[in-house]
């Protein structure tokens, strides 16, 4: 049977998708499936604890602004293409499959030197810049919603597919006792999950930490606070000669219904299924997993600099389509006096959008029944690979 190659990586949200087109494949195809990714970050752990060969490449960031680092990484990314074209060759991958992220722009090119077919799939609203370079190498393009369409050139349409996100298999088995058996929670208490993608998010764990009190008087507090930032909360409860960065004395009764994670792993469809309400980036990977099951959303969307805005776009579509609420603090430029001011007003109008839908059971009922146009986008990729390669 034919041998698939799979790439993509740097975060989560371009891992997992891929993960299920991979599963979903499996089903029926049973030639070899490996994966092309980043000598560094998460991507080899995740993928190999998939059950999936992983070959590493080096990788270089594209940038659309300028930087001394965009000379270094030019060569990075050359190497990365002459790396990933001796794998796909000895390898003998007879279609390769990107989910997108920086590291798989290299081996797309390799696979067209080599003739070999390319599909890639975009999750966002709008295409990013490694999208935009693999749609060139590409003879299939997934994209999530019609609108997206619209964002490439005219003479690639033929090459375009409505699919939907792929959401990972375990969803569908999701299962909110399990959640609530792994949280060490009762079945009778409520609970807030606040998730910040898969490295965490400073500015969600700062106004949960400013938040906190108010949400606990209604919810269980489940935090997701990424790895790097866990050990400045947890402290705060089992050491609290440690200064930490959410605040919180031994005699808070928060501390009662705050649950902070660094992580979570496997058991995350079960906890998502056990929440109530979430309050998360607005990542494509996270927002269509809780759609998936239901959930009505608080979307806090990465934004500035660092960003090309996907995530604002993201949470706008899903707030016009009565799926999620977006909220985007407001910020003080200057003194830290204002921007103190400017945190506490958003705190407060965190806490109040929160508190209001606590005591609206319908409003979250319609949330979560809100349409998105969700097709079965691991089964039709997966279909689409396997037809191609027959």
């Known amino acids: ?4 190659a799979f790439t993509g ?5 371009h891992i997992y998708p891929g993960l299920a087109v991979a599963t979903e494949l499996k089903k029926f195809h049973t030639g070899r499936v490996f994966w092309i990714g980043s000598s560094s970050g998460m991507d080899k752990a995740i993928v190999e604890n998939a059950g999936i060969d992983f070959f590493s490449i080096p990788t270089g960031k594209l940038r659309r602004y300028f930087s001394f680092r965009n000379i270094f990484d030019v060569f990075k990314v050359a190497a990365g293409f002459f790396s990933a074209r001796k794998i796909l060759k000895r390898e003998a991958a007879r279609l390769l499959f ?5 590291v798989s722009v290299p081996p797309c090119a390799a696979a067209k030197s080599l003739k070999i077919p390319v599909f890639t799939h975009e999750s966002d609203f709008s295409p990013g810049l490694a999208t935009r370079i693999n749609a060139k190498f590409a003879e299939r393009i997934f994209v999530p919603y019609k609108e997206t369409a619209a964002f490439f050139p005219d003479k690639i349409a033929g090459k375009i597919r409505v699919s939907g996100n792929p959401i990972r298999s375990s ?7 399990k959640g609530r058996a792994f949280l060490s929670v009762s079945d009778d ?4 999950l606040v998730l910040g993608g898969s490295l ?3 500015e969600i764990n700062a106004l949960v930490k400013a938040c906190l009190p108010m949400l606990t008087k209604h919810y269980t507090v489940v935090h997701q606070t990424g790895e790097n930032n866990f050990r400045e909360i947890k402290p705060s409860i089992d050491e609290p000669s440690i200064k930490p960065s959410i605040k919180l004395s031994i005699d808070d009764p928060s501390i009662e219904r705050y649950k902070p994670y660094p992580y979570f792993r496997d058991e995350i469809p079960h906890v998502i299924a056990a929440a109530e ?3 998360c980036r607005s990542g494509a990977g996270t927002i269509w997993e809780c759609k998936y099951l239901k959930k009505p959303m608080v979307l806090i969307p990465f934004r500035g600099g660092g960003t090309r805005g996907d995530q604002v776009e993201n949470a706008r579509l899903f707030e016009e389509a009565g799926a999620a609420i977006s909220f985007i603090p407001d910020k003080a430029d200057s003194p830290e006096a204002e921007r103190h001011v400017a945190e506490k007003l958003a705190a407060d109008k965190l806490s109040g959008l929160v508190i209001s839908l606590a005591e609206d059971p319908e409003k979250r009922l319609s949330m979560g029944e809100a349409k998105i146009s969700c097709l ?3 089964a039709l990729i997966a279909k689409e690979i396997s037809d191609r390669i027959e």
């Not at 049977?1 to 698939?4: D, E, L, Q």
């Not at 990586?9 to 949200?13: A, D, E, I, R, S």
């Not at 990107?98 to 920086?102: E, I, L, Q, T």
């Not at 208490?189 to 807030?192: S, Y």
């Open 189 to 192: 208490e409520r609970l807030l």
């Open 9 to 13: 990586g740097g975060t989560g949200g």
């Open 1 to 4: 049977m034919a041998t698939i």
């Open 98 to 102: 990107s989910k997108g992220g920086f």
């Open 200 to 202: 965490g998010s400073q």
């Open 376 to 378: 079965d986008a691991a």
């Open 171 to 177: 969803f569908a088995a999701a299962d909110p006792k």
């Open 277 to 279: 309400l979430i309050i």
